[in-house]
């Protein structure tokens, strides 16, 4: 297993290097069982985004839009909810986190509670937002197959910046990522999170007569497993090679899923 490390600017800048690390060091894997079986090329990284809050959050050439986004955003993201074929979104299992009290099993919304946490003492080093669960190692749950979640938590933490300021960190962790089709959308939506998570602690601490501002700080990534799939060598080399008119992008790609 290969470990790399990547600092990058802002999200396009992640995804590029990403994909470069990838194609150019990354080693074969066979995926005997998994969403898609088959040849990927992968490695085991780590991701800091020095700035992710500056635009453009996704790159041009990402095989999705940003209205795309937005709707990936509230739907799997935010709200809380999920459809009824759907095992998991990663907001309903954030928002609707199961626990037990008392041999009770009660719904836990992680981010309200980290809300509540963190606007009473800024300072918390136990924030962290889970979103697997025991039974995600089953194959099988509630009568059909099971794909547990690529995402597994989100560990939020307040520090100093170099200028002083407040800055909110979010550490990330993803078991198995794809990284043409899946990261971009993962880590620009994860920054619309915590744009929008400042915003509402900010609002909290205001009402509690705090002068100071909390803003967005870095993004930090570890994946064991960031991967390209066979099925999009080709996308990938000619996203790499400088464009030519008429190429592959600028005729528009369908996504086919992550």
Same mark, same amino acid.
């Given at each position: 297993?290969?470990?790399?490390? %990547?600092?990058?600017?802002?999200?396009?800048?992640?995804?590029?290097?990403?994909?470069?690390?990838?194609?150019?060091?990354? #080693?074969?894997?066979?995926?005997? +069982?998994? !969403?898609?079986?088959?040849? *990927?090329?992968?490695?085991?990284? *780590?991701?800091? %985004?020095?700035?992710?809050?500056?635009?453009?959050?996704?790159?041009?050439?990402?095989?999705?839009?940003? !209205?795309?986004?937005?709707?990936?955003?509230?739907?799997?993201?935010?709200?809380?909810? /999920?459809?009824?074929?759907? &095992?998991? &979104?990663?907001? +309903?299992?954030?928002?609707?986190?199961?626990?037990?009290?008392?041999?009770?099993?009660?719904?836990?919304?992680?981010? #309200?509670?980290?809300?509540?946490?963190?606007? #009473?003492?800024?300072?918390?080093?136990?924030? &962290?937002?889970?979103?697997?669960?025991?039974?995600?190692?089953?194959?099988?749950?509630?009568?059909?197959?099971?794909?547990?979640?690529?995402?597994?938590? %989100?560990?939020?933490?307040?520090?100093?910046?170099?200028?002083?300021?407040?800055?909110?960190?979010? &550490?990330?962790?993803?078991?198995?990522?794809?990284?043409?089709?899946?990261?971009?959308?993962? %880590?620009?939506?994860?920054?619309?999170?915590?744009?929008?998570?400042?915003?509402?602690?900010? @609002?909290?601490?205001?009402? /509690?007569?705090?002068?100071?501002?909390?803003? *967005?700080?870095?993004?930090?990534?570890?994946?064991?497993?960031?991967?390209?799939?066979?099925?999009?060598? @080709?996308?990938?080399? #000619?996203?790499?090679?400088?464009?030519?008119?008429? !190429?592959?992008?600028?005729?528009?790609?369908?996504? /086919?899923?992550?």
């Amino acid at each position: 297993m290969k470990h790399v490390k %990547i600092t990058a600017f802002n999200c396009p800048d992640a995804w590029f290097q990403v994909l470069k690390r990838i194609w150019e060091e990354g #080693e074969v894997y066979y995926v005997e +069982y998994g !969403s898609e079986v088959g040849e *990927t090329k992968k490695l085991d990284v *780590t991701i800091e %985004i020095l700035h992710p809050e500056v635009r453009p959050l996704l790159d041009e050439r990402a095989p999705f839009t940003l !209205s795309y986004l937005n709707f990936y955003f509230l739907q799997y993201m935010w709200l809380g909810v /999920k459809e009824a074929e759907e &095992t998991y &979104t990663y907001s +309903y299992r954030l928002r609707k986190a199961r626990s037990c009290e008392q041999g009770e099993a009660i719904e836990v919304d992680q981010v #309200e509670e980290a809300l509540k946490r963190l606007s #009473e003492n800024l300072f918390d080093r136990q924030v &962290t937002l889970v979103v697997e669960r025991p039974e995600d190692i089953l194959k099988e749950f509630c009568g059909r197959r099971h794909e547990p979640p690529c995402l597994r938590l %989100i560990d939020v933490e307040v520090c100093r910046d170099v200028d002083g300021g407040l800055a909110l960190n979010l &550490t990330c962790y993803f078991r198995s990522w794809d990284a043409y089709g899946g990261l971009p959308a993962n %880590i620009a939506a994860i920054q619309l999170w915590n744009e929008t998570f400042v915003g509402e602690l900010n @609002e909290r601490l205001r009402l /509690k007569g705090f002068k100071e501002e909390v803003h *967005t700080g870095k993004l930090i990534f570890h994946s064991k497993n960031c991967h390209i799939y066979k099925r999009n060598y @080709e996308f990938v080399k #000619e996203l790499l090679t400088p464009q030519k008119v008429g !190429s592959r992008f600028e005729r528009g790609f369908k996504l /086919k899923g992550s």
